[in-house]
């Protein structure tokens, strides 16, 4: 029985698949078990190599968020650089606000650029690159990274629509080679609210050899 309620949780939640599926399956239950006993105890400083419990749930860890870190680090550089939102707008409410070298007044509006916070190079070195490996190195600052907004009114959804990403990214790449076609550097088009790829983001698309699973 747990082992079927684990591969549903893998399938639909995770979109694990074929010979990943499979190795999250050996994985998982020993890293668990493993996991609650050395919930116990200290964390130790140092590292007893691979033979030590420790030294094995940190090569399972690591060979799971390998893969993780770069398709998140993806989805993070795809946001930086075509932010799906490219305007916020808030509207001062105090009778006078100071925002650098300005002096806002009450009922004034404010629009904060998404997209010319992303494209500046004094907060994104090499801005015009697309380089997810810019967040394999460190995470996004929350005051530079804002394809959600920010502050109180920040996007309810952002988790959401994170996990959202991942699952379709996943669940694509495990059946299809996606690569992109020879044009360059697609524009963009507005769809009222949101902005959108100007041509539908055209891409090549093989399907990819299926390993049988159980
Ligand atoms: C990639 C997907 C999404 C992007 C890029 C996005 C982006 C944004 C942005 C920029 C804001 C304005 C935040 C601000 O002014 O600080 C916002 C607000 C909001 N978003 Fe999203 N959003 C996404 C998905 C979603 C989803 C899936 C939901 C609901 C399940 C959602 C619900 C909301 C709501 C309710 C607000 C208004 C929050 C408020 O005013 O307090 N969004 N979103």
Redo the contacts with the bound molecule.
């Keep these: 029985m747990m082992r079927i309620t684990l591969n549903v949780i893998l399938r639909a939640m995770f979109g694990a698949d074929g010979a990943e599926l499979e190795r999250l399956r050996e994985i998982l239950p020993g890293a668990i078990k493993l996991g609650s006993t050395l919930s116990l105890v200290p964390v130790p400083q140092w590292d007893w190599g691979r033979w030590s419990p420790w030294g094995r749930f940190y090569r399972n860890r690591r060979e799971y968020d390998g893969s993780e870190e770069l398709l998140h680090a993806t989805i993070l550089e795809v946001?930086r650089t075509r932010?799906?939102?490219d305007v916020?707008f808030r509207q001062v409410k105090a009778p006078t606000l100071e925002i650098g070298p300005w002096t806002l007044l009450k009922g004034q509006t404010v629009v904060a650029s998404?997209g010319l916070l992303h494209a500046d190079e004094t907060v994104f070195p090499d801005a015009h690159r697309f380089d997810p490996d810019r967040f394999l190195a460190r995470p996004p600052d929350p005051a530079e990274w804002i394809?959600?907004?920010?502050?109180i009114?920040?996007?309810?959804?952002?988790a959401?629509?994170t996990m959202e990403m991942r699952v379709v990214l996943r669940t694509l790449l495990r059946d299809y080679a996606i690569s992109p076609s020879s044009a360059r550097d697609e524009g963009f088009r507005s769809r009222g609210v949101t902005i959108a790829p100007a041509c539908g983001a055209r891409l090549t698309v093989a399907p990819r050899p299926r390993t049988p699973s159980a």
């Design positions: 946001q932010p799906v939102i916020t998404i394809p959600y907004g920010g502050g009114r920040r996007c309810i959804g952002a959401f629509a």
